[in-house]
């Protein structure tokens, strides 16, 4: 006995309904379309997030020698040398408006750090920016802080250089001050042969 398959006709109403249900959802699509244009053409975010200046301090170290950059004043970066064979951490500024030397300022570490007479110092040396208040006479301290330690020691300390903005703009040379801000002991255990 064989089963016979009884068909329908896909004439008159069905067909109808597919041609119309895919020209439905292509007007609605095609609506969308228009209506997330006109949205973005039309209102355009009002939200703006403030401009943010970025700052670089770089740091670099050899073998016996040791540089870093740091921002002195709004717009003014100053260069820090550490000499290892010395001790002498000093500060050039160039004037941004003469392009030549506006400012000097040196000061030696080895005392501050507890450097042993005799032993090879193993420096570190980075910047930071630190905000401090304070200064008179139009002197102010520098924006960044040095930071220098020595690996042997264990021994860390901070420098802030002064700065007058006033004999800056002037264009005068000026002998900046180097002062210690902080000292303290990063290692807190002694290690065996030093």
Not at 185 to 191: D, F, K, L, N, T
Request: some cysteine; hydrophobic content about 45%; glycine content about 12%.
């Amino acid at each position: 006995m064989s089963a016979k398959i009884v068909g329908t006709s896909f004439t008159g109403f069905p067909r109808f309904a597919l041609v119309a249900g895919f020209a439905i959802g292509l007007l609605v699509g095609v609506g969308m379309l228009v209506g997330s244009w006109m949205t973005l053409s039309f209102f355009r975010p009002q939200i703006r997030l403030p401009e943010t200046a970025l700052h670089a301090m770089a740091t670099d170290t050899g073998k016996t020698f040791s540089i870093a950059t740091g921002s002195i004043a709004d717009g003014v970066e100053g260069i820090f040398c550490l000499d290892f064979l010395t001790g002498d951490l000093q500060c050039w500024v160039l004037n941004n408006r003469t392009n030549q030397l506006g400012a000097y300022s040196s000061y030696n570490v080895i005392k501050d750090l507890g450097v042993e007479q005799g032993k090879s110092p193993q420096y570190l040396m980075v910047t930071g920016l630190a905000g401090l208040r304070g200064g008179g006479s139009g002197m102010r301290p520098s924006e960044c802080l040095v930071y220098v330690a020595d690996a042997n020691s264990g021994n860390i300390a901070a420098y802030a250089v002064s700065w007058n903005q006033a004999l800056a703009s002037r264009g005068g040379v000026q002998q900046m001050q180097m002062v210690p801000v902080f000292k303290q002991a990063a290692r807190h255990v002694e290690i065996r042969g030093q």
